[in-house]
Each structure stands twice: as C-alpha cells, then as structure tokens.
C-alpha cells in the first residue's frame, strides 16, 4: 500500500478514536476536553495568524441579542475581514417569528444618536426606519388640558418610534441577509442561553453540554446580565484568594501590574477592580397593543396622568384611587404601544384583578383623552405580569484583564429604565464607539490580512472611551429626582434659559454660538443633539450634586466618586 495511504488511514483512525472519546465523555469532562484542546490550539494560531489568512477566525461571542448585541455583531463583521467570526446567544424567541405581545414588547425612540449609530451600517437604517414612524411631536394631557412639550425641529432628523422587537427583527434579518445565520461568519442562535460563563478560558457553558468558547466575551444581556455578574464573582474570587494567601499568585500580579499600567497610559485610573450596583426602579408597568385612538394625534407621543381605579385597602382607611399614567407611542400600522405605568408602593388593585371589561371601563374613566380600549387588548394585558426596570451602575465596562476577556454594553453596563429615552440609543452609541476603535485598529495596522485582533487592548480602549458615557446617562438620570425646592428651581432655570437662548443677540452672547442647543432642556441635548453626555452632564454638574446629596444610599455610590 502506497505510505501516504497508510498516513491517511493511520490520521483518520486518530481522528475517529479522538471523536469517539469526545462523544463519550460525560458533558463535563466534554467541555474541559474542549478548553485544553482549543488552548493548545490557539497557542498554534498566535503564531499562525501574524502571517497567513488560512487560520481559523479569532471569535466573540455575544451574549444577549437584544438592540445592542445585534449591532454590535454588524459592527464587527463590517469592520473586520474572515478572521473573526461571532456567535450571538439569545435567551429569547427570534423576532422574525415570534408574534406574541408580552410587557417587554414596548415601544421605543430612536433619537439622533441611534441614528447616528445605525446609519454606521450601511443601508441598515433604511431597513429599521421601514419597521418605526417618524416623529418627535410629544403631547402631555393633564387637569383635561394638552400641551406641547417637543416638536418637529427643522435642523434635526426626526426620532423613529419602533417596537423593540420591530427593531430587532430588523437587525436580525440584515445580520442574516448579508452574513447567513449559521456556518459562515455569524452564528446567531436564539432561545439559547448559557448556563454559566467562564471568564479565565474564554468559555460559555449552554445545555446539553455544549459549550462555546471565544477569545472575546460581550456581556450584551440586558439589566440582568450574567456576564456582568460573572466578572463580579470572578473578581470576588481573585480578591478572596489574595485575602487568604497574603499575596496573589506571581502570575496574576504580573497580569493585574500590566492591566493597571496599560490603563493608566489609556485614562490615568486603575482598571484592574470592578465595580457594579443595580436598583430597582419604583415605576411597574403593563403594555397595551391597541388601535391608536382617533382622539389622539397619531403622529404624536402621548403622555396622560389620570387614574387606574382603586388601590389597595390600608388598615382603617378607605381604598383611595391611583394615580397612574398612559404612555402612548403610535406605530406605522395604525396601532400603538401603550405603557399602563403605576408606582409600586401604590398597585392598581383593582385593575389588575378586574374583568376585560372591567378594565375598559376603569381606562376609560380614568383617561378620557384616551378613550375605551378593546376588550381583546384589555385581556393581553391582563395576563401579563407586571414589569419594572432596573438602574445597573458598573465601574467600568471591561472585565480587569486579570479575571478575562470580556466587555460589557447596552442595559448590561449603564440601564437606566426607560424615563430618559436613551437606552437603546446609548447601547447602540456603545456599538458604534467599538467600530470606530476597529477602525483605528485596522488604520494602524493591528489588525486585517490575517493578523490577530488584541481582544485585550481593545476592551480596555474600549472601556476608557465608554465608561464616563455611561456614568454620565446615570448622573443626568439623577436630576430628575431632585428634591424640592430644587426641582422648582430647577423647572425655572431650564424655562429661563430656554427663553433667553430665542432672544437672537442676548443668546448668543450668553451661549455661544450654539445658543438653541445650550440653552435647550436637559432633555433637548440628549434627544436632539450629539453632544457627549459626559459633556451634557458636565453642564449639570451643580444640580447632579444637589440630586446625588437628596438620594444619600439610594443612588449608586460609585457615581459620587465619578462627579
Ligand atoms: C418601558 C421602557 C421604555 C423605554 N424607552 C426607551 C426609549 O424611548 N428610547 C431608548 O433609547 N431606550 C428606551 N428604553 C431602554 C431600552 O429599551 C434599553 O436600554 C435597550 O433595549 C437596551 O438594549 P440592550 O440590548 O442593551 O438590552 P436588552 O434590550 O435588555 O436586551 C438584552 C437581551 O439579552 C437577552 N438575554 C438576557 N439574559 C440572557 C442570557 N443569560 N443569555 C442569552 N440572552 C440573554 C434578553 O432576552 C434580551 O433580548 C426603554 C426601556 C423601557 C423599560
């Protein structure tokens, strides 16, 4: 038999030998099996990828395939060639099939910065704006009156109102129409979860056994994130190990020196500790899908305060009704979103546990502007539970290099609920802040034609540049539980400026040439403009402070030491 016939069977007998043993092994050993094989592996690769385009791709995996994690993932594969691959682990059902109306499927404003940071894509803003409606008129109703808080402004492009889901949905099907969903560069998987994450070797454990393992880990996985609090526990642990030793094993000094000393040229701080402090906001709310009343603008948001019927029985007193609000945010098809939103310390008990009817007939004396909802709509939401959002405070958006790889985006790192409107339009800022770092990669030659991307680096740039983003949204987020007097005098200051900035020489020579912008609400700037928030934050330094002060414990503490 000719030799390379004999090499041939004698390497297809290893093959099949080493298969077998992996298929046998117990789920456990399967992964661990995995990790050691893919380790010498890539110490192969390192040496490979400097020069040759035939090495298997670098991978991130992205936890979460929500608006972040689904940018995110056109982010990399735009800017990178064949060397990098990812794989998206959504928890939920795909948005393209799934047709369910549960409290998480409100709608949303895309401002100019999510513009912004879809339009990095091209052609991706296009296929969203198709799914949303464009508008930026914005109604208040209250005491029976309506008044006009925002409109249309000539020299900004309007925000897009859009489902969540009709966002991701659209996400999803370009991801999928340029790149495949399986088998090429993009592996997008949905009602897959991992179980848990192994930041030290890089490794998502999923069911069944499987694994996944990545040189670069996105935490894109909403408030509660797991990765977020993977890097906690792995920090915990370092940090007990240190307690109980006195002194860290030689290498991981060595790594944590060299995390500090690259992040101090990045941003003069440490990064090598992390951070996190969440909170439960004390709004709850419901989701209406409705028809749009013909009584409301339909190109307008609407926000009304009214009432949803009788609370709960407090000991000796009598059932007082409760002050509720409706936020309507009307859809392209002619229908709309409506957050049913009550505070938690005051339920609406009798809504909650009403008929359909019921429920029509309490909505309907309650927010006369609104009208009767449909019986059917009624039922959807009575069924629901009711949701709550959560503020998440992370000192940083990178695991300390000591514990991994990995990066955080989106609700993951910054969640501020939805009382700001900024988000998902944040989180996509967060997404087009790492395309922008791919770029300057590739511009100085650290990556493309085959050579390995610095995960590393890159996360820690990437953090650097991020971080003060996020803890300025929290730090505005802040102002708007101002106590009083401050907040009346706070209402005075932003009316008083907004005055003065139409005034054409008075603005000017007190803004600056910007004077529409600067002299415009906190709310303006951050909706209308592209201005930084740290930058914005900045401006409202003295009324943070006065916030931060009011909410002692109540507000993450790490925020104080940022101002
Ligand atoms: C009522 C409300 C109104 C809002 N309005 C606005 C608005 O007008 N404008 C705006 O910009 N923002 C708004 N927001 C905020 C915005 O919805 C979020 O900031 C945005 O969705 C964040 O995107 P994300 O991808 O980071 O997180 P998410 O949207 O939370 O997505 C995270 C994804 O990860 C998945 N996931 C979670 N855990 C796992 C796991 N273990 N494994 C796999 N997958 C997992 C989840 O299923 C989800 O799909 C609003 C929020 C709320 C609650």
């Not at 009316?495 to 906190?522: C, E, H, N, Q, T």
């Not at 740290?534 to 503490?557: H, K, V």
């Amino acid at each position: 038999m000719p030799r390379f016939l004999v090499a041939l069977l004698f390497s297809c007998c290893l093959c099949l030998s080493g298969a077998a043993a992996f298929l046998q092994a117990k789920p456990r050993e399967r992964s661990i099996r995995g990790i050691s094989s893919r380790r010498r592996f890539s110490s192969v690769l390192a040496g490979q990828r400097q020069g040759t385009s035939l090495a298997p791709p670098q991978k991130v995996a992205i936890v979460g395939g929500g608006p972040a994690g689904l940018l995110l993932a056109h982010y990399i594969l735009d800017k990178t060639d064949n060397s990098v691959a990812v794989s998206i682990f959504e928890r939920g059902p795909d948005p393209r099939k799934d047709d369910s109306i549960s409290g998480r499927q409100y709608s949303l404003g895309l401002n100019v910065r999510g513009r912004a940071a879809i339009s990095g894509i091209e052609d991706l803003w296009k296929a969203v704006a198709k799914e949303g409606l464009e508008s930026d008129n914005f109604l208040l109703h209250v005491f029976g009156r309506k008044f006009r808080l925002r409109s249309q402004k000539a020299d900004v492009p309007p925000s897009l109102l859009i489902g969540r889901k009709a966002l991701c949905k659209a996400l999803a099907t370009e991801l999928v129409r340029k790149y495949g969903q399986r088998g090429g560069r993009l592996d997008l998987s949905f009602d897959s979860a991992p179980s848990s994450v192994d930041l030290g070797n890089g490794v998502l454990y999923l069911s069944k056994g499987k694994f996944a393992v990545a040189d670069l880990i996105v935490g894109a996985d909403g408030m509660n994130s797991i990765v977020r609090e993977a890097i906690v526990e792995a920090v915990e642990k370092q940090e007990k190990k240190t307690e109980a030793t006195g002194e860290e094993e030689p290498d991981t000094e060595q790594r944590v020196r060299e995390a500090m000393r690259f992040s101090s040229k990045e941003t003069g701080k440490v990064l090598s500790e992390f951070r996190r402090e969440t909170s439960t906001l004390s709004g709850r709310w419901r989701v209406l899908h409705d028809n749009m009343p013909t009584s409301l603008d339909a190109d307008a948001v609407h926000l009304l305060t009214g009432t949803l019927g009788q609370g709960r029985e407090k000991e000796g007193k009598k059932k007082t009704p409760v002050s509720g609000g409706l936020f309507v945010i009307p859809a392209r098809d002619g229908t709309c979103s409506v957050l049913v939103n009550w505070r938690e310390s005051n339920p609406p008990v009798e809504l909650l546990s009403s008929t359909p009817s019921e429920f029509c007939d309490i909505i309907e004396t309650g927010f006369k502007a609104f009208g009767r909802p449909s019986e059917e709509a009624a039922k959807r939401v009575l069924s629901q539970r009711n949701q709550f959002a959560q503020v998440v405070y992370c000192s940083s958006m990178m695991a300390p290099q000591a514990v991994g790889t990995a990066v955080l985006i989106g609700d993951a790192a910054h969640a501020t609920g939805g009382s700001q409107g900024q988000g998902a339009n944040s989180a996509a800022l967060d997404c087009m802040a790492f395309g922008e770092l791919l770029d300057k990669f590739r511009a100085e030659g650290l990556h493309g034609s085959g050579k390995g991307l610095d995960f590393q680096r890159l996360a820690s740039e990437f953090s650097a540049r991020q971080t003060k983003e996020g803890h300025a949204l929290l730090q505005l987020l802040q102002v708007e539980s101002l106590p009083f007097p401050w907040s009346i005098l706070f209402f005075f200051r932003e009316a008083f400026r907004s005055v003065i900035s139409k005034v054409p020489v008075l603005g000017k020579a007190v803004f600056g040439r910007d004077a529409a912008l600067w002299g415009s609400s906190k709310q303006l700037k951050m909706s209308q403009s592209l201005v930084p928030y740290s930058e914005i934050a900045e401006s409202y330094r003295f009324w943070i402070r006065r916030a931060l002060e009011r909410r002692g414990s109540q507000a993450p503490s790490g925020l104080k030491q940022t101002l």
